[in-house]
C-alpha cells in the first residue's frame, strides 16, 4: 500500500504561481513512479508530469512543458509540481498518483485525495 496525500493549492491569479507537494509513505512507495494529474468537471484524469524516485527519467505533457516542472524531495519523500505562469484554464482538481515502475506513466494504481487550484482571470 502507498499513501499519498497533497498540499499546495488555492486560489491564484493569472500569471501567478502555485507549488504542489505530496507527500508519500507505505512500505514499497519506492518501487513506484509518480506524476501528477488533473480533472476538470466532466473530462477524464489526464496526467500533466512524471517521475521516477530519481529524477532520472521524467514526463510532460506538451501544453504545460516551459511552465510545470515536477520534482522529488528525496529526503522527505516528496514530489513537487511547481506551476508558473498559470492560466484559468489550468483551473482544475489536481491529482498526486503512483505507478508501478514497469506500467505507462498514465496508469497508476494508487491516488491521492486531490487539491483544487483555481486560477483567476
Known amino acids: 500500500q502507498v499513501q499519498l496525500v497533497e498540499s499546495g493549492g488555492g486560489l491564484v491569479q493569472a500569471g501567478g504561481s502555485l507549488r504542489l507537494s505530496c507527500a508519500a509513505s507505505?512500505?514499497?512507495?519506492?518501487?513506484?513512479?509518480m506524476g501528477w494529474f488533473r480533472q476538470t468537471p466532466g473530462k477524464e484524469r489526464d496526467i500533466l508530469a512524471g517521475i521516477s524516485w530519481s529524477g532520472g527519467r521524467t514526463y510532460y505533457l506538451d501544453s504545460v512543458k516551459g511552465r510545470f516542472t515536477i520534482s522529488t524531495g528525496n529526503a522527505n519523500n516528496t514530489v513537487y509540481l511547481q506551476m508558473n505562469s498559470l492560466k484559468p484554464e489550468d483551473t482544475a482538481v489536481y491529482y498526486c498518483a503512483a505507478t508501478p515502475s514497469g506500467s505507462s506513466w498514465d496508469s497508476p494504481r494508487y491516488w491521492g485525495q486531490g487539491t483544487q487550484v483555481t486560477v483567476s482571470s
Open positions: 507505505g512500505s514499497t512507495f519506492s518501487a513506484y513512479k
